[in-house]
């Protein structure tokens, strides 16, 4: 396979260096190879034959954030260490890679639930979230239109909620509840 490049490229055709096909691999190396860390090597640098998360401009202060720095940032941001793999129902529509799902809960008690849209149609996934009303419901979510992620506020208050996710989108949900001592 010849080695593309930096991209800022979410989704265009597959290739190697695009954000989905970086969450696509993520996904794969967690839940099917059950691996509890993931190194990417270059994290900054400038243009050439190396694919860094963050490609810094010759000669300025400038740079510029990759697609793949945004699907690797949607795993480390939320899913932290001593996370436990949790249980996730979901339905992929008969074809087992269209939506691929994954969910973890934090040692701070917070759950997030990952769902890869890879299909060219809206998916629409209803979460159901444990009992006790959640102190904070938000998505996040990385599609083909959007250069940055968009963080969406949910209602806490509803248990279960119908999301419509966006196709070639990989959206990470993170549910956050009081601790016993800040309940009210």
């Known amino acids: 396979m010849q080695r593309l490049g930096f991209s800022e490229v979410w989704y265009d055709k597959g290739s190697e260096n695009e954000g989905l096909t970086w ?14 860390a993931y190194l990417y090597w270059i994290g900054a640098g400038g243009y050439g034959g190396d694919v860094p998360l963050v490609w810094l401009h010759d000669g300025s202060n400038n740079y510029t954030i990759s697609a793949t720095y945004w699907a690797t940032a949607h795993c480390s941001r939320f899913v932290r260490p001593g996370v436990v793999r949790v249980g996730v129902d979901a339905d992929g529509g008969g074809d087992n890679h269209s939506v691929r799902t994954s969910a973890f809960r934090n040692v701070d008690g917070s759950y997030v639930v990952q769902a890869i849209i890879n299909g060219d149609s809206n998916v629409t996934v ?23 992620p968009k963080l969406q506020e ?15 989108s990989l ?12 309940r009210t």
């Open 154 to 168: 949910l209602d806490g208050n509803d248990p279960s909620l119908d999301v419509t996710l966006l196709p070639r």
């Open 23 to 36: 969450a696509n691999n993520l996904h794969t190396a967690v839940v099917d190879g059950n691996v509890s």
């Open 126 to 148: 209803v979460l159901h979230a444990p009992p006790s009303r959640p102190r904070q419901f938000r998505s996040i979510t990385n599609n083909v239109t959007d250069k940055e």
């Open 171 to 182: 959206t990470t949900f993170h549910v956050q509840y009081r601790r016993r001592r800040d």
